[in-house]
């Protein structure tokens, strides 16, 4: 289970750092990710990062802003969000899969989702 947590209301240029908390399988061993979801649009990759913490891959539109980080201790992901702009704004979820590719996942490449965390920059 997967549980993110985090969001909220922001201004632009600020900062923000969101967490998913997972329980249940072994989520250490896990490739966990992040997508968004803005109103009528599809959800898109923002970051991921593979079970050791060593490889990330990030978007296009959020890499030199967003950074990833695990603590398979606590079994938790954050992304710290930096320079936020107000086309971040979107729900946010996060998600875990057993497998790595070393490519941009897209949203088929993971199977456990989180529930999402709003997160809206007013400019």
């Known amino acids: 289970q997967l549980q993110a947590y985090g969001g909220g209301l922001v201004q632009a240029g600020d900062s923000l750092r969101l967490s998913c908390a997972a329980t249940?399988?072994?989520?250490?061993?896990?490739?966990m990710g992040w997508f968004r979801q803005a109103p009528g649009k599809e959800r898109e990759f923002v970051a991921d990062?593979?079970?050791?913490?060593?490889?990330?891959y990030y978007a296009d539109n959020v890499k030199d802003r967003f950074t990833i980080s695990r603590d398979n201790a606590k079994n938790t992901v954050d992304p710290q969000m930096n320079s936020l702009k107000p086309e971040d704004t979107a729900v946010y979820y996060c998600?875990?899969?057993?497998?790595?590719?070393?490519?941009?996942?897209?949203?088929?490449?993971?199977?456990?989702w989180g529930q999402g965390t709003q997160v809206t920059v007013s400019s």
């Open positions: 990062i593979s079970w050791s913490g060593k490889t990330t």
């Open positions: 998600a875990a899969d057993a497998s790595w590719y070393f490519k941009i996942p897209s949203t088929a490449d993971f199977g456990s």
């Open positions: 249940g399988p072994t989520y250490s061993t896990y490739t």
